[in-house]
């Protein structure tokens, strides 16, 4: 079998859940949630557990998102390492970050205990490629550990030029769009794939929303449109960004399997129980390319990929080639809570890439918060990031 070239676009490897049956769409809902991923499936979730009605709009298919087109890491903190992190925010608020993610694994460990077709924790890798990031990654154990959080340096690894390694016990990996069909199960019925949102206004009852199939009135809207969110809310602090990844053929077993981030980040890579290795970034080969929301491949980040996969697991046949639209934010962290000056506008967004390792409990906390029985930690609250924004 060929290898498919590096200038084509296919489907992501992860399987794609059932397409959902037409419903009609109701005309009033209590909140509605604009987006099937992780953030919009799991907040229809939280919000049954508090009786409130929901209606999640999706344009496309459940997980056609970047729920869909991701690696499946669940892991600790930022895309930062710990001691970047807590240079950046300081120690108390580096550790406030990392508890919060650790209660998100924690959320979706819950719910997928004992489904090891789509959840393991076995750790994952921080693999410096020069001495500056290993020294940097020497300094995070350090403080990780005196912090509470799992974390071992080595000063080997098997990775081709590596300079050690950190690993980090308490990650975990998924198959993401089983992720979201787990979440998605006791709300399928809320659920209407194919409908397109298309405005949202305030207005003195609640929120109306225009869609492709009539209009709905509720109580509340929230976006769960993640790197989408800035074309129905201009103006929103979003940053959308692609991200490049490919999956082989199996290959035989790597020493490592689990979960691995290197260069800071800009590599990563695991090797799925079958022997098929899914790996991406390179974004730093060309940054500005990678700005927007269309999903496009750009050849010679593919073609970075692939050489770094022969370099990991040998001589191999791509299978898969896909991208998928991430979401910064100007201090990379979250916007979770009311949009500012959009009464009954709630945004819950802008992962900076680490979606499976906030999202479940960014809409966990919204639910309560929409169900006046919680609080949203004020690192997260949407003003922050709005201020300065008309
Ligand atoms: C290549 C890549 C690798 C990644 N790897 C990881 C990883 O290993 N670990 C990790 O934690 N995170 C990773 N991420 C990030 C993670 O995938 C995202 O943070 C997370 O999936 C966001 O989920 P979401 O539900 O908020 O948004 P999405 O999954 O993007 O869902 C938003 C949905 O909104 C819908 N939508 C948009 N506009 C409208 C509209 N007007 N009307 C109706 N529907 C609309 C879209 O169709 C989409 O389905 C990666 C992302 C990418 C792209």
Redesign the pocket.
């Known amino acids: 079998m060929e290898s498919i070239p590096a200038s084509t676009l296919t489907a992501p490897v992860w399987p794609i859940p059932a397409r959902l049956p037409v419903r009609p769409l109701p005309r009033r809902a209590e909140v509605v949630i604009?987006?099937?991923?992780?953030?919009?499936v799991s907040l229809a979730h939280w919000l049954t557990l508090h009786d409130i009605d929901s209606v999640v709009?999706?344009?496309?298919h459940m997980t056609?998102?970047?729920?869909g087109?991701?690696?499946?890491?669940?892991?600790l903190g930022t895309a930062q390492n710990y001691a970047a992190a807590v240079a950046r925010f300081g120690r108390n608020f580096a550790r406030q970050i990392w508890e919060f993610t650790r209660d998100n694994h924690v959320d979706l460990r819950h719910w997928l205990e004992g489904r090891q077709d789509c959840y393991r924790q076995r750790g994952s890798w921080l693999i410096p490629l020069d001495t500056t990031e290993a020294l940097e990654l020497q300094a995070a154990e350090a403080l990780m550990r005196e912090d509470g959080f799992l974390a071992t340096w080595h000063a080997k690894t098997t990775v081709p030029g590596s300079q050690g390694g950190l690993h980090v016990a308490e990650d975990g990996e998924v198959i993401p769009t089983r992720v979201v069909e787990a979440f998605a199960q006791p709300v399928l019925e809320r659920v209407h794939e194919g409908?397109?949102?298309l405005s949202i206004e305030s207005s003195a009852n609640g929120v109306r929303i225009s869609t492709s199939a009539g209009e709905i009135e509720a109580v509340a809207a929230v976006l769960?449109?993640?790197?989408?969110t800035p074309?129905?809310l201009p103006g929103a602090p979003i940053i959308p960004f692609r991200?490049q990844?490919l999956a082989t053929e199996p290959l035989p077993r790597l020493s490592s399997p689990e979960p691995a981030y290197a260069e800071h980040g800009f590599r990563?890579w695991r090797q799925l129980e079958d022997g098929r290795l899914v790996i991406?970034g390179f974004r730093n080969l060309a940054e500005p390319d990678e700005m927007g929301d269309e999903l496009r491949i750009h050849p010679q980040i593919q073609t970075a990929i692939d050489a770094y996969a022969t370099e990991l697991g040998g001589s191999h046949v791509v299978a898969h080639r896909w991208?998928?639209?991430?979401?910064g934010t100007p201090d990379d962290l979250p916007l979770v809570g009311a949009v500012p000056g959009r009464l009954g506008i709630y945004l819950c967004?802008g992962?900076n890439?680490?979606?499976?390792?906030f999202?479940t409990r960014c809409a966990h906390m919204l639910a309560d918060t929409l169900a006046g029985s919680g609080e949203i930690p004020s690192f997260l609250h949407p003003e922050r990031a709005f201020a300065g924004v008309s």
């Open positions: 604009i987006g099937a991923g992780i953030t919009g709009l999706e344009r496309d056609a998102g970047a729920s087109r991701n690696a499946g890491f669940v892991l409908v397109s949102v769960a449109t993640n790197g989408f074309s129905l991200g990844m990563y991406g991208t998928g639209i991430m979401a967004a992962y890439g680490h979606g499976f390792g999202a």
